[in-house]
Structures are given as structure tokens and as C-alpha cells.
């Protein structure tokens, strides 16, 4: 279960928010946070163009990660799915995998974020696929931001 308190004290403030808070992208932005972790937070509260400056000329796999996602949501299929490319094999997909699982979607052997790029443009608004599609959306977030905090040595979280 992501605990957001788990993060410290910051975090929690800042997720506690409404997703549609106007505060939420000066707070973000004065903090001391990590690049990583301000990055998840401006994906959380839908602040695409914030997270891609953040992640924009990132080389490591976590910024791949968070650069892919933000164009996925655009959308920009084919721009994610270069990015997660860069990602390789990260170690939250087999984690995801199994949220996923959980949620109704089939994955098969590994995750295959790939896959999961055609599956969201394929979900109609309003249909179980869209349901299904948010669902591992927020898992991915939550175990991708639960990863980069832990790096960052972020609080004491709790695993995934």
C-alpha cells in the first residue's frame, strides 16, 4: 500500500494536495527534493511540461522512466516507446507485472512496457480497458516514485 508519509514530511505535504491544487507546482519547485522524486510529483499532479524539463536531458534509467511516461501521457507513442527503451530492464517490472495482474491486465512472462503504450491507446474513455489502464498507470507511478525515494534515501519508506 503506497504510504505517503513514508517519504517525510515534505512529500506528505505536498501529496495530501488535490491533484488540481495551484500549490502544488511552487511547492514542488522550492523544494530541496531530488530531481527524480520532484519529477514523479509534477507527473502526479499532471505537470507534464514541468517533469520533462526536469528529466529532459536525463541518462540514467529512473529519468528515462519519467521522461517515457510524460510522453506516453501526451500522448507520443512512438517518443515513449524510445524512452522506455533507454530504460531497459528496470528492476520495478516485475512489481508491476503483478499490480497489473491484479488490476486485469495480462502482461504475459515480463512487462512489456511497449505493450502497454498500445494498450493505452487502444482504451476508450469510459470503457473497463481506460478503467484497467489508469489503475496500472497509478501503480507504475507509485512503485517507479517509491524506487527513486528510496535511492534518494527519502524517509523510511515501506517496500513496495
Known amino acids: 500500500m ?5 517519504y517525510g514530511p515534505e512529500v506528505a505535504r505536498i501529496l495530501a494536495l488535490d491533484r488540481d491544487s495551484p500549490l ?3 511547492l514542488i519547485r522550492q523544494s530541496a527534493l531530488p530531481i527524480l522524486v520532484r519529477a514523479g510529483l509534477y507527473l502526479h499532479f499532471a505537470r507534464w511540461k514541468e517533469a520533462h524539463e526536469l528529466v529532459d536531458d536525463s541518462a540514467i534509467p529512473e529519468g528515462c522512466y519519467w521522461h517515457a511516461i510524460v510522453h ?4 507520443d507513442a512512438a517518443n515513449a516507446a524510445y524512452w522506455y527503451r533507454h530504460v531497459g530492464d528496470h528492476p520495478i517490472f516485475p ?6 495482474a491484479e488490476a486485469g491486465y495480462q502482461s504475459g512472462a515480463r512487462w512489456d512496457p511497449i505493450a502497454f503504450i ?3 491507446e487502444r482504451a476508450r474513455p469510459g470503457s473497463e480497458e ?6 496500472v498507470r497509478r501503480a507504475e507511478w507509485e512503485l ?3 524506487y527513486c525515494a528510496r ?5 523510511s519508506p515501506a517496500p513496495s
Open 72 to 75: 506516453r501521457l501526451e500522448p
Open 95 to 100: 512489481a508491476l507485472r503483478e499490480r497489473a
Open 2 to 6: 503506497f504510504d505517503p508519509q513514508a
Open 118 to 120: 498500445a494498450y493505452n
Open 130 to 135: 481506460e478503467r484497467i489502464a489508469r489503475e
Open 144 to 146: 517507479l516514485f517509491d
Open 151 to 155: 535511492q534518494a534515501k527519502l524517509g
Open 24 to 26: 502544488a507546482p511552487d
